[in-house]
């Protein structure tokens, strides 16, 4: 093992039973370690087989991240580990929502920009806007800063979620047994 | 037996049964007989179902820690899991850290927790903890069982998940009204677990990569630990002839003790902080390190980048996560120890590998001359019995008759490892990883369950072994012989020692100054109390302890300032190490050691 002292960033998906404590579980190993959590998601994604998604970004030099990897994959109730960082490209995308208040010119401004990427208006008053926009985070984190000095008022992000590309899945899906 | 209880259960339809009827059931059809625990309010039920049958045996302790540890040394002297019962609230947290100290030994524990019922979780009831949202980062997996449908399966699984790969310690948190329901018992035949599936054996092509490696190593050393011991007695047997084909020299962890017997010639006894001199300069010096079951932990590296710089590394470990964790190697191979072992004796013999005979030769020379320093001397002269002395006679004593060794923590703990030769696994509990003073009589009380009619002997501390003296009750009452052998220092030894090393002498708050009177407490308790003050009584002493057929406490009062080398200070390196009393004041430590444990 080489050691490579640079620290990058990796999104790791984690499949787990959908079972009380789990997420306790997996935020506890990041804590009581040391290991710092950039964003992480988590939803029940095979209904079945109450199975549940954990993505999680994290960063770390490479000998950290095998043992966030290594970690993770000794909790009891996890399936299954996938780097996606480094077993190839990979699709990550992140939702915001983010409320803006103001009157006049600054709502012209606010649709033009909405417009450019590609926003969502999702409710509507006379003195408001809450935009909906999908992406990487960077691009949200842009459209905050442009919407700042128009009346940002509050932001709500998701965190984000990612797979791989191409057809082959991380894991198989059963069919309920 | 347990065998043909689990065939002729799985043939049989579910039987329905209470919540408490189905844990004693469980219990018995994997094969436990005897547990270790204290009552309460939230276990009430188990009680009741536990008085009503006879096939399983309960061990009342006087603390909830003691049950732990007692379940530890029963698991650890018989490799078998241990088990635990405890009420909700105190009782759980008493046990914490008993399962914290399973947790880092890797010792197999089913911990069985009353809880409040199931409509009161929450509600700050009375003894509620929150058992699981406390437990999990000290055990290897837990559970809250809220139906009564789930409760066999998540025994037989909690029983699984404790012994299979890396063992540990497993708590299982029962409702009270969960105990009083009624439900289905399934037997451990039919429970399979959902993904826990532990890699055994290595992957072929790095078996083939190892022999490679070990075969062209010209100062090769394993460096093996508590994973072959975790592994079962075949593993270590399996260790010692590898160890013997290869003619390479073999060091042992803290752990790993009795993973190849101390009489070998080929063994160069413990390494690590206050391990030998030949050893540790054989990791420094080594130029193929082969470690199998150990965990390159902070006592046995020293300073990180000075550690066995030249050596090209292969590890063994049934634990993905310890590998490449401190120390980063060539050559990391998941699997059993045994299982692996297994592996690299075929592949050697097949492959007809043969060690660098001449380069072998030349090695073994630098290590014989390194022996030849003989690092654990020490002068026993006069009527003060010196520490070193105690636990050599003590060994020489009883060697004859293989008797199981527990310590506490301290000076005493690191001797015993010194001066104590262990011929098979399975013979040795200590407290490694968590370092728990108190450990030793519990560990001592269990082991002695396991064996009744062999010689439990607890190596301790006049400090630790006041942590859980309350226990020579236990020992008492359920008639287990066991030995308290105390060398006595009158000092928290091992802080003294740390504190003439790096805080220029100012001996705080390590001195006991009112310690009880030994003798009369073993008398007090129903013990044997027995005492040498004198070199000359020590032999006496011993012998009259080995005799006595009840629990005897022996004190063995000893030079209160020796210390205990060699010893590697924090932050230094292996070829750093202190031997003596000389070299503490040529070598100082420094100042990043300083902040070091
Ligand atoms: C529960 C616990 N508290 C504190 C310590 C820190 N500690 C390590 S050794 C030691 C002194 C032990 O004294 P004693 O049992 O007399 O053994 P000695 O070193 O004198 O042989 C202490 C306080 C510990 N290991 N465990
Ligand atoms: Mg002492």
Same mark, same amino acid.
Request: one cysteine or more.
């Given at each position: 093992?080489?050691?490579?002292?640079?620290?990058?960033?990796?999104?790791?998906?984690?499949?787990?039973?959908?079972?009380?404590?789990?997420?306790?579980?997996?935020?506890?190993?990041?804590?009581?370690?040391?290991?710092?959590?950039?964003?992480?998601?988590?939803?029940?994604?095979?209904?079945?087989?109450?199975?549940?998604?954990?993505?999680?970004?994290?960063?770390?030099?490479?000998?950290?991240?095998?043992?966030?990897?290594?970690?993770?994959?000794?909790?009891?109730?996890?399936?299954?580990?996938?780097?996606?960082?480094?077993?190839?490209?990979?699709?990550?995308?992140?939702?915001?929502?983010?409320?803006?208040?103001?009157?006049?010119?600054?709502?012209?401004?606010?649709?033009?920009?909405?417009?450019?990427?590609?926003?969502?208006?999702?409710?509507?008053?006379?003195?408001?806007?809450?935009?909906?926009?999908?992406?990487?985070?960077?691009?949200?984190?842009?459209?905050?800063?442009?919407?700042?000095?128009?009346?940002?008022?509050?932001?709500?992000?998701?965190?984000?979620?990612?797979?791989?590309?191409?057809?082959?899945?991380?894991?198989?899906?059963?069919?309920?047994? | 037996?347990?065998?043909?209880?689990?065939?002729?259960?799985?043939?049989?339809?579910?039987?329905?049964?209470?919540?408490?009827?189905?844990?004693?059931?469980?219990?018995?059809?994997?094969?436990?007989?005897?547990?270790?625990?204290?009552?309460?309010?939230?276990?009430?039920?188990?009680?009741?179902?536990?008085?009503?049958?006879?096939?399983?045996?309960?061990?009342?302790?006087?603390?909830?820690?003691?049950?732990?540890?007692?379940?530890?040394?029963?698991?650890?002297?018989?490799?078998?899991?241990? +088990?635990?019962?405890?009420?909700?609230?105190?009782?759980?947290?008493?046990?914490?850290? !008993?399962?914290?100290?399973?947790?880092?030994?890797?010792?197999?524990? +089913?911990?069985?927790?009353?809880?409040?019922?199931?409509?009161?979780? !929450?509600?700050?009831?009375?003894?509620?903890?929150?058992?699981?949202?406390?437990?999990?980062?000290?055990?290897?997996?837990?559970?809250?069982?809220?139906?009564?449908?789930?409760?066999?399966?998540?025994?037989?699984?909690?029983?699984?998940?404790?012994?299979?790969?890396?063992?540990?310690?497993?708590?299982?948190?029962?409702?009270?009204?969960?105990?009083?329901?009624?439900?289905?018992?399934?037997?451990?035949?039919?429970?399979?677990?959902?993904?826990?599936?532990?890699?055994?054996?290595?992957? =072929?092509?790095?078996?083939?990569?190892?022999?490679?490696?070990?075969?062209?190593?010209?100062?090769?050393?394993?460096?093996?630990?508590?994973?072959?011991?975790?592994?079962?007695?075949?593993?270590?047997?399996?260790?010692?002839?590898?160890?013997?084909?290869?003619?390479?020299?073999?060091?042992?962890?803290?752990? !790993?003790?009795?993973?190849?017997?101390?009489?070998?010639?080929?063994?160069?006894?413990?390494?690590?902080?206050?391990?030998?001199?030949?050893?540790?300069?054989?990791?420094?010096?080594?130029?193929?390190?082969?470690?199998?079951?150990?965990?390159?932990?902070?006592?046995?590296?020293?300073?990180?980048?000075?550690?066995?710089?030249?050596?090209?590394?292969?590890?063994?470990?049934?634990?993905?996560?310890?590998?490449?964790?401190?120390?980063?190697?060539?050559?990391?191979?998941?699997?059993?120890?045994?299982?692996?072992?297994?592996?690299?004796?075929?592949?050697?013999?097949?492959?007809?590998?043969? =060690?660098?005979?001449?380069?072998?030769?030349?090695?073994?020379?630098?290590?014989?001359?390194?022996?030849?320093?003989?690092?654990?001397?020490?002068?026993?002269?006069?009527?003060?019995?010196?520490?070193?002395?105690?636990?050599?006679?003590?060994?020489?004593?009883?060697?004859?008759?293989?008797?199981?060794?527990?310590?506490?923590?301290?000076?005493?703990?690191?001797?015993?490892?010194?001066?104590?030769?262990?011929?098979?696994?399975?013979?040795?509990?200590?407290?490694?990883?968590?370092?728990?003073?108190?450990?030793?009589?519990?560990?001592?009380?269990?082991?002695?369950?396991?064996?009744?009619?062999?010689?439990?002997?607890?190596?301790?501390?006049?400090?630790?072994?006041?942590?859980?003296?309350?226990?020579?009750?236990?020992?008492?009452?359920?008639?287990? =012989?066991?030995?308290?052998?105390?060398?006595?220092?009158?000092?928290?030894?091992?802080?003294?020692?740390?504190?003439?090393?790096?805080?220029?002498?100012?001996?705080?708050?390590?001195?006991?100054?009112?310690?009880?009177?030994?003798?009369?407490?073993?008398?007090?308790?129903?013990?044997?109390?027995?005492?040498?003050?004198?070199?000359?009584?020590?032999?006496?002493?011993?012998?009259?302890?080995?005799?006595?057929?009840?629990?005897?406490?022996?004190?063995?009062?000893?030079?209160?300032?020796?210390?205990?080398?060699?010893?590697?200070?924090?932050?230094?390196?292996?070829?750093?190490?202190?031997?003596?009393?000389?070299?503490?004041?040529?070598?100082?430590?420094?100042?990043?050691?300083?902040?070091?444990?």
């Amino acid at each position: 093992m080489t050691i490579d002292k640079t620290i990058r960033r990796h999104t790791i998906a984690v499949i787990v039973d959908n079972e009380p404590g789990i997420l306790a579980r997996v935020v506890g190993m990041f804590s009581g370690r040391g290991y710092n959590i950039e964003s992480l998601t988590v939803a029940e994604v095979d209904a079945h087989q109450h199975l549940s998604r954990i993505t999680v970004v994290t960063s770390g030099t490479e000998m950290i991240i095998e043992q966030i990897k290594n970690q993770l994959g000794r909790l009891v109730p996890v399936h299954k580990v996938a780097d996606l960082t480094s077993e190839g490209p990979h699709v990550e995308r992140e939702l915001l929502l983010v409320k803006v208040a103001g009157v006049g010119d600054h709502r012209v401004e606010c649709l033009r920009i909405a417009d450019i990427f590609r926003a969502r208006v999702v409710d509507s008053t006379t003195e408001s806007f809450v935009f909906e926009v999908t992406g990487a985070s960077e691009k949200l984190s842009a459209f905050i800063s442009l919407m700042e000095p128009l009346g940002l008022i509050e932001v709500s992000r998701t965190g984000v979620v990612a797979i791989a590309r191409g057809s082959a899945a991380i894991m198989k899906r059963g069919a309920g047994n | 037996m347990a065998q043909q209880r689990t065939a002729a259960k799985a043939a049989e339809p579910a039987q329905r049964m209470t919540g408490a009827e189905i844990i004693i059931k469980a219990l018995l059809d994997q094969g436990v007989e005897v547990m270790f625990g204290y009552p309460g309010g939230a276990v009430l039920p188990i009680y009741d179902a536990l008085f009503k049958q006879n096939a399983l045996r309960h061990v009342l302790v006087r603390h909830e820690q003691a049950a732990v540890h007692s379940a530890e040394g029963y698991a650890r002297s018989t490799g078998k899991v241990g +088990v635990v019962l405890v009420t909700s609230g105190p009782g759980a947290t008493n046990a914490v850290t !008993g399962l914290t100290d399973a947790l880092m030994d890797s010792i197999p524990v +089913v911990c069985l927790t009353g809880q409040v019922p199931t409509h009161l979780i !929450g509600n700050d009831a009375f003894q509620e903890a929150d058992t699981t949202g406390i437990t999990r980062p000290c055990t290897k997996h837990n559970y809250l069982v809220k139906d009564i449908n789930d409760l066999a399966r998540t025994m037989h699984e909690a029983f699984y998940v404790a012994r299979s790969g890396r063992p540990g310690p497993v708590v299982i948190d029962l409702p009270k009204d969960i105990q009083f329901a009624e439900g289905p018992y399934e037997g451990p035949a039919n429970v399979r677990h959902r993904t826990y599936r532990p890699q055994m054996a290595a992957d =072929p092509a790095l078996i083939e990569r190892a022999i490679d490696l070990i075969a062209a190593a010209k100062k090769p050393v394993f460096y093996c630990g508590g994973g072959v011991i975790n592994s079962g007695p075949e593993a270590s047997e399996l260790l010692t002839q590898f160890v013997r084909q290869t003619g390479y020299p073999c060091t042992l962890t803290l752990m !790993g003790l009795g993973a190849i017997p101390a009489s070998d010639p080929l063994f160069l006894g413990m390494l690590g902080m206050h391990g030998t001199y030949q050893a540790n300069l054989a990791m420094h010096e080594a130029d193929v390190m082969i470690n199998i079951g150990a965990r390159f932990d902070d006592r046995i590296t020293g300073r990180l980048n000075a550690f066995s710089p030249n050596s090209r590394k292969i590890h063994v470990d049934i634990d993905p996560s310890s590998i490449n964790k401190n120390v980063p190697v060539e050559l990391g191979i998941v699997g059993d120890c045994g299982t692996v072992l297994k592996q690299l004796i075929e592949a050697w013999k097949r492959r007809k590998a043969k =060690p660098d005979g001449k380069a072998l030769k030349e090695w073994w020379k630098k290590i014989e001359d390194w022996r030849a320093r003989d690092c654990l001397r020490f002068n026993q002269s006069g009527d003060i019995i010196k520490p070193q002395h105690a636990i050599k006679r003590l060994y020489e004593l009883t060697r004859d008759k293989a008797p199981f060794i527990t310590t506490e923590v301290g000076q005493h703990q690191m001797w015993a490892a010194q001066f104590f030769g262990f011929e098979k696994p399975n013979h040795w509990m200590t407290s490694g990883g968590l370092g728990t003073m108190g450990y030793g009589l519990p560990a001592a009380i269990g082991v002695q369950m396991a064996h009744p009619d062999k010689l439990v002997v607890d190596i301790a501390g006049e400090a630790s072994i006041l942590m859980n003296i309350q226990e020579l009750s236990t020992a008492v009452q359920h008639r287990l =012989p066991i030995k308290i052998f105390i060398v006595n220092n009158q000092w928290m030894g091992m802080v003294r020692q740390w504190q003439e090393l790096l805080h220029g002498g100012r001996y705080s708050e390590s001195y006991t100054e009112a310690l009880p009177d030994f003798v009369k407490l073993a008398d007090a308790f129903g013990c044997v109390g027995l005492r040498a003050t004198k070199a000359g009584e020590l032999d006496k002493v011993i012998k009259e302890m080995i005799k006595a057929d009840r629990p005897v406490v022996v004190d063995i009062h000893v030079d209160k300032t020796e210390n205990c080398f060699p010893m590697i200070p924090s932050g230094a390196a292996h070829n750093e190490m202190l031997l003596g009393p000389a070299d503490e004041a040529k070598k100082p430590v420094s100042e990043e050691g300083m902040v070091l444990v």
